[in-house]
């Protein structure tokens, strides 16, 4: 049986941002989309992950969870200013 998807809220990780704990943020959308609306992630697009897995910090926390509402919630709770598609 498959483990759930980890989530994080956008209240969460905007907390995680102004206390300035020390994580790496991966945005796995495709380039475009983060180039239109981008909250500061490392993109590695879904499709290139396992590929990539070199780029995801081992010496950090990572968090590459589901961002409950994506991006569309970060603009309405967070940063009106980031562009929603």
């Not at 102004?18 to 909250?39: A, G, H, M, P």
């Amino acid at each position: 049986m498959a483990e759930p998807i980890k989530s994080v809220t956008v209240e969460e990780l905007k907390k995680m941002m102004d206390e300035k704990v020390d994580f790496q943020l991966v945005d796995v959308r495709e380039k475009n989309e983060k180039e239109f609306s981008d909250i500061g992630g490392e993109l590695i697009p879904m499709a290139s992950v396992v590929a990539n897995a070199d780029k995801i910090s081992k010496d950090k926390m990572a968090v590459v969870y589901n961002l409950t509402g994506s991006i569309l919630a970060w603009s309405d709770r967070i940063d009106s200013s980031i562009k929603k598609y």
